[in-house]
T-cell receptor
Framework: AQRVTQPEKLLSVFKGAPVELKCNYS??????LFWYVQYSRQRLQLLLR??SRESIKGFTADLNKGETSFHLKKPFAQEEDSAMYYC??????????????FGKGTKLSVIP | EAGVTQFPSHSVIEKGQTVTLRCDPI?????LYWYRRVMGKEIKFLLH????????ESGMPNNRFLAERTGGTYSTLKVQPAELEDSGVYFC???????????FGEGSRLTVL
């Protein structure tokens, strides 16, 4: 069974400081990993996925299969980055369908 | 394009009562998922529909929970009778078949007193 671990419940950083939100996973197959974000009073939304290798809002995440990690990074935090961040692993469950397994989430607080 | 919509946004009921949550997925999305986040815990999978068929309901906590998706469009999740531990936020998500990217609704917060 797949598992996603986010070791930090809360991460506080000053504006302009670098941010790293940690995510480790366990999965026997080839993983597809995502970061979802939930801003205050908004719905859960996709931030980025490892397959696309793109940078969204200055965030990047690299899949490290050797360390089974998918840490989310941003060089300079902004106040608007304050939100709840969830790492998620997508596993194929048959019939063209996937099931997402979420970590517990990390609340990022950017201090002005 | 309208996103995933859920109703109600918040429901407060007493233990033993019944509540029905509704989810309207994005038009054309055959996959529909229900997830739940109980206070302080992670978002957990409940079940998954492909069109009107239940593909996976391994996450349903017990037989007090009943999900339906008649006609393969909107879905309902009924809790009967509700217990205190059912309190949490229930998320619905939808996607096209063949993709792992899910689009989430805003969630329905359930409070059982």
């Amino acid at each position: 069974a797949q598992r996603v671990t986010q070791p930090e419940k809360l991460l506080s950083v000053f504006k302009g400081a670098p941010v790293e939100l940690k995510c480790n996973y366990s999965y026997s197959g080839s993983p597809e990993l995502f970061w979802y974000v939930q801003y205050s009073r908004q719905r859960l939304q996709l931030l980025l996925r490892h397959i696309s290798r793109e940078s969204i809002k200055g965030f990047t995440a690299d899949l490290n299969k050797g360390e089974t990690s998918f840490h989310l990074k941003k060089p300079f935090a902004q106040e608007e980055d304050s939100a709840m961040y969830y790492c998620a692993l997508s596993a194929y469950s048959g019939a063209g369908s996937y099931q997402l397994t979420f970590g517990k989430g990390t609340k990022l607080s950017v201090i002005p | 394009e309208a996103g995933v919509t859920q109703f109600p946004s918040h429901s407060v009921i007493e233990k033993g009562q019944t509540v029905t949550l509704r989810c309207d997925p994005i038009s054309g999305h055959d996959n529909l998922y229900w997830y739940r986040r109980v206070m302080g815990k992670e978002i957990k999978f409940l079940l998954h529909f492909v069109k009107e068929s239940k593909q996976d309901e391994s996450g349903m906590p017990n037989n007090r929970f009943l999900a339906e998706r008649t006609g393969g469009t909107y879905s309902t999740l009924k809790v009967q009778p509700a217990e205190l531990e059912d309190s949490g936020v229930y998320f619905c998500a939808s996607s096209h078949v063949g993709t792992g990217e899910l689009f989430f609704g805003e969630g329905s917060r359930l409070t059982v007193l």
